[in-house]
């Protein structure tokens, strides 16, 4: 996984409460087997009209938000189903980070495991932020996850909270099978001593 120290990106306002996953990734799209290439699926419903041709009406198809890398939402971001292509489609449409007042528990953990950070932040702020996107175009914020603070392009700036663990998951880029890594030599050790099956050892039975 991708490590996570600082970031600044373009900030796209999407001014909805309850986005769930099947919007963010529509249900159509989940009979592909591959992990990549579902950032074209990403909103489709809502980037598309019906007849399959881009709705100038929907934010992330505004040009001012064309290339936005950071993504601003309202509360309960990400419930619904528990998909974790959801995140995997946010992340290769662009986005790195998700800032709303809060998120689906699952969601939340899926995207932590993919390299995507969700920000939670009172309502009030996120309101001030939401209207700084507005007010100016090409507007972009610095992410620093170690010290934890948001800072606009005007200057503006806030801290947020984060898990001390997944915060330093982010920052060093690590995901399960890299947490599990870091025991290598312990696994080694415990399989050097482990070599029959348990079943033989149980069973009293000796090579």
Same mark, same amino acid.
């Given at each position: 996984?991708?490590?996570?120290?600082?970031?600044?990106?373009?900030?796209?306002?999407?001014?909805?409460?309850?986005?769930?996953?099947?919007?963010?990734?529509?249900?159509?799209?989940?009979?592909?087997?591959?992990?990549?290439?579902?950032?074209?699926?990403?909103?489709?419903?809502?980037?598309?009209?019906?007849?399959?041709?881009?709705?100038?009406?929907?934010?992330?198809?505004?040009?001012?938000?064309?290339?936005?890398?950071?993504?601003?939402?309202?509360?309960?971001?990400?419930? *619904?189903?528990?998909?974790?292509?959801?995140?995997?489609?946010?992340?290769?449409?662009?986005?790195?980070?998700?800032?709303?007042?809060?998120?689906?528990?699952?969601?939340?953990?899926?995207?932590?495991?993919? *390299?995507?950070?969700?920000?939670?932040?009172?309502?009030?702020?996120?309101?001030?932020?939401?209207?700084?996107?507005?007010?100016?175009? *090409?507007?972009?914020?610095?992410?620093?996850?170690?010290?934890?603070?948001?800072?606009?392009?005007?200057?503006?700036?806030?801290?947020?909270?984060?898990?001390?663990?997944?915060?330093?998951?982010?920052?060093? *880029?690590?995901?399960?099978?890299?947490?599990?890594?870091?025991?290598?030599?312990?696994?080694?050790?415990?399989?050097?001593?482990?070599?029959?099956?348990?079943?033989?050892?149980?069973?009293?039975?000796?090579?």
């Amino acid at each position: 996984m991708q490590k996570f120290t600082t970031f600044t990106g373009l900030a796209a306002p999407l001014d909805r409460a309850n986005v769930d996953t099947d919007q963010i990734l529509p249900k159509q799209f989940l009979t592909r087997v591959e992990r990549s290439g579902w950032g074209q699926f990403a909103f489709y419903n809502w980037r598309h009209r019906p007849d399959g041709s881009p709705d100038p009406a929907f934010v992330l198809n505004q040009p001012r938000y064309k290339g936005a890398s950071i993504l601003l939402a309202r509360e309960n971001f990400g419930c *619904g189903s528990s998909r974790e292509h959801a995140p995997w489609a946010l992340l290769d449409f662009g986005f790195r980070v998700v800032i709303a007042p809060s998120f689906a528990v699952i969601f939340k953990n899926n995207c932590f495991q993919n *390299g995507v950070l969700p920000i939670e932040l009172e309502p009030q702020m996120l309101d001030e932020w939401f209207r700084r996107v507005r007010a100016q175009e *090409g507007y972009v914020i610095q992410v620093n996850l170690r010290d934890q603070v948001l800072t606009g392009g005007d200057g503006f700036a806030c801290q947020f909270g984060v898990d001390p663990f997944r915060k330093r998951c982010l920052l060093e *880029g690590l995901d399960d099978i890299g947490l599990t890594l870091e025991n290598e030599a312990a696994i080694q050790a415990h399989e050097q001593t482990h070599r029959q099956p348990w079943q033989a050892a149980v069973a009293g039975v000796t090579k």
